[in-house]
């Protein structure tokens, strides 16, 4: 499992292996190969920072026009890595 967790407890998400994660995709020359929402240009990192900074789910909907289904996807990826790695 590629997940790191810092000593503050937060994790790498970079280090995540995203290619497991059906919704995102990433694509050599769009937003220099960032993993994205499939199908669009918004970064999958662009959720956590909004999340982090306090915004809701249906906010982010909202101002990043991706759909919910989208956003769940991904957060159930990460759960799932956390799940994984506390057993």
Excluded: H
């Excluded at 918004?42 to 919910?68: C, H, K, W, Y």
């Amino acid at each position: 499992m590629n997940a790191n967790v810092s000593i503050k407890g937060e994790w790498d998400m970079a280090a995540l292996d995203w290619s497991q994660c059906p919704a995102v995709e990433s694509v050599p020359g769009r937003l220099g190969g960032a993993w994205v929402f499939r199908d669009t240009r918004m970064p999958v990192s662009a959720v956590f920072e909004n999340l982090e900074a306090g915004a809701t789910i249906d906010e982010i909907i909202e101002q990043f026009d991706i759909a919910r289904e989208q956003i769940n996807a991904v957060l159930e990826f990460v759960a799932r890595i956390i799940r994984r790695s506390s057993e």
